[in-house]
C-alpha cells in the first residue's frame, strides 16, 4: 500500500469522494484530524485506538473485536499516530479490511492541543450515533426485588412478584442467536434480584445452549447467594456464570459470599469497586414529555451501550422505557410507551435494524432529564415517594 499523506489544506476535496471516513488514533493528531473534518463539514463514521482505556468513552470502535460494516473501496481510514506506529498500525487497518488508506500530516496545531473538551463532545456524540456490530443485553428475569433501594432505575421497589416466564425466555434468546450469531459477548440475568426466580438453573441453560460463546452475568446484590442451590451452583459451574455482585452498604458479610463462590468454583466480581461505598443516582422524570429527545439521548449513559433491555420480544434501548410501565401502575401515571420505543425481535427484521434501532433516540426519551441527573446520593431503601424518581 503505497504511503498518501493528507493534510488540512483541500482536505474537503481528497475526502469527499468517499462515503464512510475513519480515523485510527484518539491522541493530539486524531484530534487534530477530526477538527478539521469537522471544519471541512465531513463527518466521521468511527474512531479506533489501541488504548484500551479510551474504548467506549473517545473511542468507538476497537480494532480487536470491532469491524467496520464498509470497509470496502468507498471507505477511508486515515491513521492519525505519530510516525513510528504508522507501520504496525496500517497492518491493523488491512487486517479490518480497508483498501484505502491516508497518512494524517500534522500541523502540531497548539489551538487544537487544547480543544479536549469539543473532542469529547464530539465523540461521545459519534459514539452514541453509530450503530454497534456487537450486541450487549440485559434480561430481565425477576421485576421485584429483596432489597428495595431508593432511586432504582428499574422501579423495583414499586414492583409487584414477577417472573419471566421460560417459554419467553426460550423463543427470545433462540431468536437474538438467529440474528446475531456469536456477535453477543455478554447477557446480563438481572431483575429485580434475578436470583429469586424459581426456575433461574433452567434461564442460564436455555442462555447457554442458544448462546455457547456469550458470558452469561447474573447481576445481583448477592443476599440471595447464601442460600442457593447445589444445583444452582453445578449449572453456573459448567455455563460459567458470572456473578456481578453491586455492594450494597447494608452490613451484608460479602467474604461469606465470596468464600462460597470460590469453593463452588464459579467466578465472582465486584460490579462497583469493592471498596466502594455505593450511592445511588437520581434521575428524575418529567412527567410533562416535554424534554429534547436527542440531547437527552447523546448524554445518556445508558443509550446505545450495554443497557439494551430485552423483555418478551421486545428490545427496549434501556431499561427505563423496558420498565416504566411499574411506576405507571404504581403511582397511577401515564408516561407512554409506544411501539417506536422498542422493536418486537419476532418481526421481520435483521440484526442491522437492530443496531440503527439502537443508535437513534426513541419517543420515551423526552421524559428523561439527562442533565439533571445526580450522583453520590446516600443509599437507603426507598420509602416509595414519588420524589425518588422526578
Ligand atoms: S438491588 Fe438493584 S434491583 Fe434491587 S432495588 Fe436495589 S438497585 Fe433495584
Ligand atoms: S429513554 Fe432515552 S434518555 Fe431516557 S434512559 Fe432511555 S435512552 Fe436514555
Known amino acids: 500500500m503505497q504511503d498518501i499523506y493528507l493534510e488540512k489544506d483541500g482536505i474537503g476535496q481528497v475526502l469527499n469522494t468517499y462515503e464512510s471516513i475513519y480515523i485510527f488514533g484518539c491522541g493530539l493528531r486524531g484530534k487534530e484530524a477530526a477538527y478539521h473534518l469537522n471544519k471541512a463539514n465531513i463527518k466521521v463514521s468511527a474512531f479506533y485506538d489501541n488504548d484500551w482505556t479510551l474504548w467506549g468513552k473517545r473511542v468507538v470502535y476497537n480494532w480487536y473485536c470491532e469491524k467496520p460494516h464498509n470497509a470496502d473501496v468507498s471507505a477511508v481510514c486515515i491513521i492519525a499516530v505519530s510516525k513510528k506506529y504508522q507501520y504496525e498500525i496500517k497492518n491493523q487497518v488491512s487486517e479490518l479490511g480497508f483498501k484505502n488508506v491516508l497518512l494524517w500530516k500534522s500541523s502540531f496545531d497548539e489551538e487544537i492541543a487544547v480543544q479536549e473538551e469539543y473532542f469529547d463532545r464530539y465523540i461521545s456524540l459519534l459514539n452514541k450515533r453509530t450503530p454497534k456490530s456487537k450486541l450487549y443485553f440485559v434480561m430481565d428475569i425477576t421485576e421485584h426485588c429483596n432489597l428495595n433501594c431508593q432511586m432504582c432505575d428499574h422501579f423495583s421497589p414499586l414492583s409487584d412478584k414477577y417472573f419471566v416466564e421460560i417459554q419467553s425466555v426460550e423463543k427470545d434468546i433462540k431468536r ?13 440475568l438481572e431483575g429485580g434480584e434475578p436470583l429469586l426466580h424459581p426456575e433461574i438453573c433452567r434461564i442460564i441453560s436455555i442462555v447457554d445452549k442458544y448462546l455457547p460463546n456469550t458470558e452469561i452475568q447474573i447481576f445481583t446484590n448477592g443476599i440471595k447467594l447464601l ?27 460479602y467474604s461469606k459470599v465470596e468464600s462460597i463462590a470460590k469453593l463452588k468454583s464459579v467466578e465472582l466480581r465486584y460490579f462497583n469497586n469493592k471498596e466502594e461505598i455505593k450511592s445511588s443516582i ?44 411499574i411506576f405507571n401502575k404504581y403511582y397511577g401515571k401515564n408516561i407512554t410507551v409506544c411501539d417506536k420505543d422498542y422493536l418486537d425481535i419476532h418481526s421481520e427484521i435483521t440484526a442491522d435494524d437492530v443496531r440503527y434501532f439502537l443508535c ?25 415517594h414519588i420524589e425518588e424518581w422526578t
Open 227 to 253: 442460600s442457593m442451590t447445589e444445583e444452582f451452583w453445578r449449572v453456573c459451574r459448567d455455563s460459567s456464570v458470572v456473578l456481578m455482585i453491586t455492594k450494597y452498604p447494608m452490613g451484608f458479610d
Open 282 to 325: 437520581h434521575k428524575p422524570i418529567d412527567l410533562t414529555g416535554k424534554q429534547d429527545c436527542y440531547s437527552n439521548f447523546h448524554s445518556c449513559y445508558m443509550a446505545n451501550a450495554e443497557c439494551v433491555d430485552l423483555k418478551n420480544g421486545r428490545l427496549y434501548p434501556c431499561t427505563f422505557a423496558a420498565n416504566i410501565h
Open 176 to 188: 437474538i442467536a438467529e440474528l446475531f450469531g456469536n456477535d453477543v459477548p455478554f447477557v446480563c
Open 360 to 384: 437513534n433516540p426513541i419517543p420515551a426519551c423526552k421524559y428523561c432529564m439527562v442533565d439533571k441527573w445526580s450522583y453520590g446520593h446516600k443509599w437507603e431503601v426507598s420509602k416509595k
